[in-house]
């Protein structure tokens, strides 16, 4: 299975009415999709780690493998965010967003 066929199917069961995913640096992706209940939501996985480095004015990590072109990647993600009206950004890593975020079994009794 592709990784299109799996956001499609992730759309499908989710109620996504549209996607996309963009290749956004080498090995990484995002996806942007609009949801009837909560609109625009963006799934930065591993484009951004987590929301204390979603900022124009952020410093670049130790850690990065190509700390500069972060950064700039961040900028463009925040302006596609802002061009997009994106109601929601989730990030891969971060935990503190996650234990906040309803997961699949909040949806089961």
Request: aromatic share 10%.
């Amino acid at each position: 299975m592709t990784m299109h066929m799996l956001i499609a199917l992730f759309c499908s069961f989710f109620g996504c009415s549209k996607h996309a995913m963009l290749h956004f640096s080498p090995g990484v992706y995002l996806i942007i999709m609009s949801r009837l209940t909560t609109g625009q939501v963006l799934l930065a996985i591993d484009a951004v780690a987590g929301q204390s480095v979603f900022t124009y004015d952020r410093l670049v990590d130790p850690m990065e493998v190509d700390g500069v072109a972060a950064v700039a990647s961040t900028r463009v993600l925040l302006d596609l965010v802002e061009r997009n009206h994106v109601s929601l950004v989730v990030f891969g890593h971060d935990n503190l967003q996650w234990s906040t975020l309803k997961q699949l079994l909040d949806f089961f009794d």
